[in-house]
């Protein structure tokens, strides 16, 4: 749609800057989104976290978002947050909420390096930063650097993905130099090491019921550690054909459902599903766009990826449903007890869907205004 100007008044620094907004909010990305706790686990979810790929950390209303656009419909409207804040230097990657109800921390992670933590009541009642603000973190971790020769240091290494376990006080983090940290909550230092990949860190789930987590890499391997003695107890590879390996040579996501007994590994254009007290890749699920994101649903497995479709598979890999999405791909996809869906990504949008598959609302992300 073009935008009317009174030529009389020209401001070329006005006009620049007005293009540049526009173009950088067609290229904003959502990476994660998470649903706010609620005692009320049955009941409908109003507040949903989002990371953003201008560093931006922000939450929302569904309630005040409905009504904004609907599906098939090409304008879709900017939502204005109840909280919004710069929390990193470069793209923020994921969030998690750590603790119980009110009194949970919102923590965030991203291209800088570092996890950060807010107090989620505090945020709840913060009028200042609802535009856009800084809003300092009650928690501030920075992963470490490595000596090179000569004592130089190497950059501080990004952090992809996050888990966490409120039992241990420990929260878990996926980083770019190949090992996966365990930070201490209460103590804000590292715990433990997970050292054994070849690459690039993707994703990370936490195994609580059996003080393990699980991680996926680069290197095209999930790898199953025990939080005890930092070591890698179990390998896993969902691409052993060596064809598919060097088509994708990669593990982009990972899931565990809520027996912690059945593990997803998204691998390119692939999506396997694993028993893992047999270790046996039960199956094999060949989509037509890469996987981006997955997670379980009871016993069905609902994916997302490089097209702007919801998919949902049961555990012998047939498809049970597939549901357009307003973005063209999709990075994360989230569920709330009450069978509400969030899916978000290119574009800076946010789709939500109903337990019944209907579009609730959908809503572009606001940037953070400089």
């Known amino acids: 749609m073009a935008t009317t100007m009174d030529c009389r008044n020209w401001n070329e620094d006005i006009y620049r800057n007005s293009i540049i907004l526009e173009r950088e909010s067609q290229c904003r990305t959502v990476f994660r989104t998470a649903f706010a706790p609620n005692p009320d686990h049955n009941s409908y979810p109003d507040l949903i976290a989002a990371a953003i790929s201008d560093g931006s950390i922000a939450s929302y209303s569904i309630s005040s978002c409905l009504g904004l656009s609907s599906v098939g419909n090409s304008l879709v409207l900017v939502a204005e947050p109840s909280w919004l804040v710069q929390g990193h230097d470069g793209p923020a990657y994921d969030v998690k909420f750590y603790g119980n109800h009110e009194d949970s921390l919102l923590l965030s992670c991203g291209d800088d390096g570092r996890i950060q933590g807010w107090k989620w009541r505090e945020m709840l009642g913060s009028k200042e930063s609802a535009q856009g603000g800084v809003s300092k973190p009650v928690l501030d971790l920075v992963n470490p650097q490595k000596k090179g020769p000569w004592g130089a240091l190497s950059p501080i290494p990004e952090n992809n993905c996050m888990a966490v376990n409120n039992q241990t006080?420990?929260?878990?983090?996926?980083?770019?130099?190949?090992?996966?940290?365990?930070?201490?909550?209460?103590?804000?230092?590292?715990?433990?090491?997970?050292?054994?990949?070849?690459?690039?860190?993707?994703?990370?789930?936490?195994?609580?019921?059996?003080?393990?987590?699980?991680?996926?890499?680069?290197?095209?391997?999930?790898?199953?550690?025990?939080?005890?003695?930092?070591?890698?107890?179990?390998?896993?590879?969902?691409?052993?054909?060596?064809?598919?390996?060097?088509?994708?040579?990669?593990?982009?996501?990972?899931?565990?459902?809520?027996?912690?007994?059945?593990?997803?590994?998204?691998?390119?254009?692939?999506?396997?599903?694993?028993?893992?007290?047999?270790?046996?890749?039960?199956?094999?699920?060949?989509?037509?766009?890469?996987?981006?994101?997955?997670?379980?649903?009871?016993?069905?497995?609902?994916?997302?990826?490089?097209?702007?479709?919801?998919?949902?598979f049961d555990l012998n890999g047939d498809i049970v449903s597939q549901i357009p999405c307003a973005p063209e791909s999709l990075f994360s996809i989230s569920a709330h007890p009450s069978g509400v869906t969030a899916v978000a990504g290119y574009g800076g949008i946010v789709d939500i869907v109903s337990q019944f598959g209907s579009h609730l609302c959908t809503f572009h992300c606001r940037a953070v205004q400089k």
């Open 169 to 312: 006080g420990s929260i878990f983090a996926a980083s770019g130099d190949s090992c996966a940290y365990c930070w201490d909550v209460e103590k804000s230092e590292i715990k433990m090491v997970f050292k054994g990949h070849s690459d690039y860190l993707h994703c990370i789930v936490a195994r609580n019921s059996h003080n393990q987590v699980i991680t996926g890499s680069e290197d095209g391997t999930a790898r199953i550690w025990d939080c005890r003695s930092g070591k890698c107890i179990q390998i896993i590879d969902p691409q052993k054909d060596k064809k598919l390996k060097e088509l994708f040579p990669y593990v982009s996501c990972i899931a565990l459902d809520a027996s912690e007994s059945w593990l997803a590994c998204g691998s390119g254009q692939s999506l396997s599903v694993w028993n893992l007290p047999a270790y046996e890749c039960v199956s094999r699920i060949m989509t037509s766009a890469v996987i981006q994101d997955a997670l379980f649903d009871d016993n069905q497995v609902l994916a997302v990826g490089a097209e702007p479709l919801l998919s949902r």
